[in-house]
């Protein structure tokens, strides 16, 4: 069974539904990117055509063939006059909804509104919307892609992380934003950071951020009130000139991969570091000269998307153990492990060592392999694929 599904809906005679569904399918079901990261996709599938002529509604969604879905529908009047005059179609969105009535919170349903007539359909009225059609910028430029798949990305993230039983009864359930925690030198990367801040502040991206500087609460002891935010978030790392050479950058990346937490890395160095910090390596980057809204989304876009990427591995390699039948469990890590990573299984002192860590695709190359036995802690480092076939 798949962790999570996408399926695009659109009318057949929608010209703007394919390309949509191509830059969905480009995104979450890359296969040049799951050769990089170990085959980890989110299938995407598209619902417009005729399943069994003459009948002319699209093949049936089954809901329970994967353990989440998110439901695209691309709002516009064609989709809304199909509704309106074909009742086969009407029928069909009659079976999915209540499909989603009997798995709880599972799933999303999502319209992807391009025009503002779309929302008053009754089917659609009162569903979650993406509302397209008040973006500030063309719906077809670059801006309006990366917009639109920053809150997709962050839409499956939430719909995975999702407790159906956190709410008490009779209270909504809302859900849950990613926390993103920007870590930054106070001396060259605080505009960065408050950039980043009011982009977020002024966007419904779904993402909550954390900057020490105006998020620290009067009274707590702000170390600890610190670690508690990193435990819960993903670190953005604004690397600037100075920003190796202080201590709580160095201790916030630190904690960060203390707790496993997804790390990305803007790199804004402008003159150099007299020492590049040894430990704030081993996580993707981007290099950005000119950080303006445009370059923030794109930035909130890729972290997120390692995220998200993060979330599906971990299902994933739950469901592998578990068929394993392993005598210990193992510590399972989104990402390539590193020596500090072992550094802190010692520091830990809580219990036994994990007789193996387990991480995503493709495998350490010997270079790096070979420095973890010379620590003689008897933990084996085995990628995803490697433990599959293990016997």
């Not at 009067?218 to 202080?246: K, N, P, Q, W």
Request: hydrophobic share 45%; charged share 25%.
């Amino acid at each position: 069974m798949d962790i999570a599904r996408i399926f695009v809906i659109w009318s057949p005679e929608d010209p703007t539904g394919l390309p949509l569904a191509n830059l969905v399918a480009r995104h979450f079901d890359d296969a040049e990117e799951s050769r990089a990261f170990g085959g980890i996709r989110i299938p995407v599938f598209v619902r417009y055509e005729a399943f069994a002529p003459p009948a002319t509604a699209p093949r049936p969604i089954v809901l329970d063939e994967a353990e989440h879905n998110l439901v695209v529908v691309v709002g516009t009047h064609h989709i809304a006059d199909r509704l309106a005059d074909d009742p086969a179609w009407a029928d069909w969105f009659d079976d999915l909804s209540a499909q989603f009535k009997g798995r709880g919170r599972k799933d999303k349903f999502v319209v992807l509104s391009l025009e503002s007539s779309v929302l008053e359909v009754s089917g659609f009225r009162g569903r979650n919307a993406i509302r397209a059609f008040q973006w500030p910028f063309d719906l077809e430029s670059a801006d309006s892609r990366t917009h639109l798949l920053l809150l997709l990305t962050n839409m499956c993230g939430s719909m995975i992380l999702e407790n159906p039983g956190a709410a008490k009864p009779g209270e909504p359930r809302r859900a849950p934003k990613q926390r993103l925690f920007i870590s930054h030198a106070k001396l060259d990367g605080a505009d960065d950071a408050v950039r980043i801040r009011r982009r977020l502040d002024e966007t419904d991206f779904g993402i909550e951020p954390f900057v020490d500087a105006n998020d620290l609460s009067v009274g707590e002891t702000f170390t600890e009130e610190l670690e508690g935010e990193i435990a819960d978030a993903t670190l953005l790392a604004i690397h600037t000139d100075a920003y190796g050479s202080r201590p709580f950058c160095r201790w916030e990346i630190l904690r960060a991969k203390f707790h496993h937490r997804p790390i990305y890395i803007v790199h804004r160095l402008k003159q150099g570091e007299g020492r590049v910090f040894p430990y704030g390596g081993n996580a993707p980057l981007m290099v950005v000269i000119d950080l303006n809204d445009q370059t923030i989304d794109k930035i909130l876009l890729a972290a997120m998307t390692v995220v998200l990427r993060g979330l599906v591995w971990s299902r994933l390699a739950d469901t592998v153990i578990a068929a394993k039948n392993l005598a210990n469990a193992p510590l399972t890590l989104a990402r390539t492990p590193e020596l500090v990573d072992l550094a802190h299984i010692k520091m830990r002192k809580s219990g036994p060592f994990p007789s193996m860590i387990v991480y995503p695709d493709p495998p350490l190359s010997d270079e790096e392999r070979e420095l973890i036995p010379a620590l003689d802690l008897g933990i084996e480092v085995v990628s995803l694929s490697e433990l599959e076939v293990m016997k």
